[in-house]
DNA sequence: TATGAATGAGGTTTCATTCAT
DNA sequence: TATGAATGAAACCTCATTCAT
């Protein structure tokens, strides 16, 4: 029931958002009464809560996954990231939506949690690139804090308008973001 | 009076979000009753219409500027697009803040008008990259549309962390950011 | 103006009722504004006084021109007044309604004076009544003050339903209403 | 606990009016809140229309009783009408005071639900006349939608000012109405 | 004669939450 | 484990009215 009340909730606050969605909107949705929501869950906020620390541990694993691989490049592990994110929009796209647009509905304690776990994983993107730049791999000049968020950006940015069922498939997305990212726009051939 | 609830109520939105933001709020802020706040906008609603017309209005009208210039090259145009973007949240984070994130609560006709300008900006970048490519500024296989994305994301997406007044000015992230977009991260001098 | 005023208020308030319509609504559909109104009305209230003594005037006007003409019998007077209620529905429709429905919303001294007003009228119904039974034209075992009440309610319900343009007329009505009052349902034919 | 509040909502939308009467004057008179109504109802319209469907079909049971006893004459089934309608005013006189008055109220289509029902009991007091004059009973010349009509104004409009417990009772009205009704006001005697 | 800005009280409705069962 | 009745605070909005101009 639990579960179900979640995967419903994240269904609905997509949809509406979070404020616009009301627990009556859950509930019923499901075929129970309020009662029910309060006998699993303390509050609506803690609800949000339980989303939001889901899908961050969920990333963090999944991150922790491609920095370990003793066998793939910093390069390739940076690839990798973009296309955790890129790609998971399929599996996750809802409520990764909600996981970024509604986070200022948290208490400032449950946010602090959830913001702590957010930063460690753009660090963990920007650890990639400054060893990326202490092999050689990348350039030396790099601000590798402000790349960070720069990627961070360009896909989860793509969460707005990217339909993984749309002319473009979410692996070739991933692709053509690494490609600019990597080699940069200017025509060096002329 | 109706600029001054205009400008309250941007700070409130920004603050605290549309949703969790009360017409009384915003009045009671202003030492003015809620009779008054009708009189001037006929719905909640309206207001947040009114403050994303004036924003992406604005925006464009900066953009054409920036694009009809005969003296730039396209590098130039995207770069000073890029600078738009950025440093406009030291005049306009607030608003930006709002814009970027309450359009879910426009009903649907306001919506729709204002998608469609936000469309045009896109578009207006995604041109530029298209005739820096023709020109031989780019690189021939670039996805503009996808490039233009890319771009709208890691600039939007720095207003939900970037403080103007922090260690980095805005005038270098957009440097940063054009830096890396225009060459690369990977070293080409090993 | 404070003509007009009048005539849209009626026209409003007919089709919306009083509490459903609002100043503003007045005003808007005459092109004025508020204040307008407050020039020439001191409260909504106060309007809609002046178009029940204007509406009952008229009426208790016209009675009085059936009642006093010598030349009439009592059973032509009553036919008379009964024409006059239900063929004013063709000029009258629209505040005879206002008049029939909205009385409570007078204050209680207003009130007064337009009941004791109605009361008139319906006295000088039941007049004529007994005056008919003592001249012989009417039974003498009718009871009067019930009489005049059927027949203001005969008349006055046609309000709800009556259309000037059906395919009953309104002397039709009169006339189809006059001849079961003074002659009966029962068959005397048999 | 609904059914108090209908019976509390009656009270009070004849005493002051449906849109005089706000839902807090209803639950304050109960000593809930308002939050209570809005468990029951989901609107001040839904409860007007539940009262509304109350009386009509209350009504509309009655009348086919009358119409359906196969001992009576059409003469006493139309007798037994009037004396329904004016009789009802000791138990319903307030919810049919409320019930002539604020139809306009209603939302369209829950009006049109009501007003279907209203007509039929309507068309059944014609039909009891249409079927008297095949009998004999009633003056062949008759027409049976007018007369039905007057019918229903002298008795609905007694609501406006009828009180059981003033000098006539209600049944001696009915009398007085159906005697003037089936034999008319004319002198036959002289 | 008319305007337009402002008020303030009150209206309907929503909703997270509680609690006895 | 779940229900359903009830709460109470707060939300958006309406509107008659006032008043300086």
Redesign the pocket.
């Known amino acids: 029931?639990k579960k179900r009340i979640v995967e419903q909730s994240i269904l609905l606050f997509e949809r509406k958002g979070f404020s616009?969605?009301?627990?009556?909107d859950v509930v019923e949705a499901l075929g129970?009464?309020?009662?029910?929501?309060?006998?699993y869950f303390?509050?609506?906020?803690q609800l949000l809560r339980d989303i939001h620390l889901m899908y961050i541990d969920d990333l963090l694993t999944l991150q922790e996954q491609i920095i370990e691989n003793p066998e793939t490049s910093y390069r390739t592990k940076l690839s990798e990231t973009v296309k955790l994110l890129v790609t998971q929009i399929k599996v996750t796209g809802r409520p990764a939506r909600v996981f970024h647009r509604e986070m200022m509905h948290l208490k400032p304690e449950s946010a602090s949690t959830v913001k702590q776990k957010r930063r460690l994983f753009r660090f963990n993107i920007q650890k990639i690139i400054e060893s990326g730049v202490e092999t050689g791999e990348f350039r030396k000049d790099l601000q590798a804090d402000l790349v960070a968020f720069a990627i961070l950006g360009m896909c989860n940015w793509s969460y707005n308008w990217f339909h993984p069922n749309g002319s473009v498939t979410d692996e070739e997305l991933a692709e053509a973001y690494m490609e600019t990212l990597l080699n940069g726009m200017v025509n060096r051939d002329g």
Chains 1, 2, 3, 4 share one sequence.
Do not use: D, L, R
């Open positions: 029931m616009e969605t009301s627990i009556q129970v009464t309020k009662g029910t929501f309060y006998y303390s509050s609506k906020e």
